[in-house]
């Protein structure tokens, strides 16, 4: 009795508290379930321009300034890769992983491809990024084991992703959690040349996916002028020879009149004028590290994307002078003759002449 007497007299102060603060039952009828990788419209976060704070304890990536050509003559530009900062997470985090989702539901074909004999380098290429991922940003991600098969968490998104052998589409997650591009090179043994055989490509730089994969790397670079010539040989020795110990990473540069990341087409000219302000300084890092298991090659790229009208003078001064470093086919072939004269005469406004620059230098 005495027990009951309590239970109805809680009962009624409960219907008290409720009559006069009806949201108290709120958090008791809510219930949001665990965020998986397919998130609805609803559900999805509002990513927009909102930039990310990224929390982490080694020192970030910084992508080094712009510096001047020292030399015309082509080649690689590599350098030893910096393996803390292998992959790299920054402000722009939220609102790249937007437009990712964005071009991997309506162009999914366009940024992503897989030729037979590429999954199990595709699934060691997503053992790779998760490891990475968790053990370098533990803030942002964390790797658990369901009832079904071990998960990644990402925390900036809320997503969850499979990543075990039951994973149909490894590159795919890869690319949704990363803010690169991942290509998977394989040595064909009939040709002896590494080909494009697995890509998630969400940022051409004026190329289709669709047109290049399975080609090898003098055909993917067929439109670079004499890059066959001048590195072909050295690049596929330098394939055969890399390691896990000997990863490196170089920087590749482009001008375009568009802030698009999507570029799978090279640019025409515009209908109306160009102005300085239309122009980007689009950079890519590249890294090239040796899949152990399967013997690949993994190829990431970041593209980074700055107005030319933000550079500081040192910088403009590096800008301009790799590009008259580059040989004239190279000018062609990176679109020259659609910026280079608006981009010529904004230089020389804000730096002033290549003949001044040079008598400066010669009184330092």
Not at 101 to 109: F, G, K, P, Q, T
Not at 203 to 216: D, V
Not at 238 to 258: C, G, P, V, W
Request: proline fraction near 5%; aromatic fraction near 8%.
């Amino acid at each position: 009795m005495i027990f009951l007497a309590i239970t109805f007299f809680l009962l009624f102060i409960l219907c008290i508290l409720l009559a006069i603060q009806p949201s108290l039952l709120q958090p008791l009828l809510s219930w949001h379930p665990l965020p998986h990788a397919k998130l609805t419209d609803s559900r999805r976060p509002s990513l927009g321009t909102t930039e990310t704070k990224i929390t982490q304890d080694i020192a970030p990536y910084q992508f080094p300034p712009l510096r001047p050509k020292s030399s015309s003559r082509m080649a690689m530009g590599l350098k030893r890769l910096d393996a803390s900062n292998w992959l790299t997470l920054d402000s722009s985090y939220l609102p790249e992983h937007s437009l990712r989702l964005s071009l991997l539901e309506s162009r999914h074909a366009d940024v992503i491809q897989c030729l037979p004999g590429s999954q199990a380098s595709c699934h060691e290429v997503l053992d790779l990024v998760t490891s990475f991922l968790a053990s370098r940003f533990p803030q942002h991600y964390s790797l658990r084991t369901t009832a079904s098969e071990p998960c990644i968490e990402s925390h900036l998104t809320g997503e969850v992703y499979p990543i075990g052998e039951k994973c149909e589409n490894p590159l795919e997650v890869a690319a949704r959690l990363a803010m690169e591009d991942f290509n998977v090179l394989i040595k064909n043994q009939e040709t002896r040349e590494y080909h494009l055989m697995a890509s998630a490509t969400l940022f051409p730089a004026g190329w289709k996916l669709q047109e290049r994969i399975g080609y090898s790397m003098a055909r993917l670079h067929g439109p670079v002028p004499a890059w066959k010539e001048k590195l072909g040989g050295s690049v596929n020795r330098y394939f055969d020879h890399l390691s896990s110990k000997t990863a490196m990473e170089r920087t590749n540069l482009f001008i375009q009149t568009t802030t698009e990341l999507f570029q799978n087409a090279p640019e025409d000219p515009l209908a109306r004028a160009l102005t300085a302000k239309d122009l980007m300084v689009r950079r890519e890092r590249q890294t090239f590290v040796r899949l152990e298991k399967t013997d690949a090659v993994l190829f990431t790229v970041r593209t980074y994307m700055q107005s030319m009208t933000g550079l500081g003078n040192e910088e403009i001064r590096a800008l301009r002078s790799q590009i008259l470093g580059w040989e004239e086919e190279v000018r062609l072939y990176k679109g020259f003759a659609i910026w280079g004269e608006v981009l010529m005469k904004w230089c020389e406004e804000m730096v002033g002449g290549v003949q001044r620059e040079a008598e400066v230098k010669d009184k330092e």
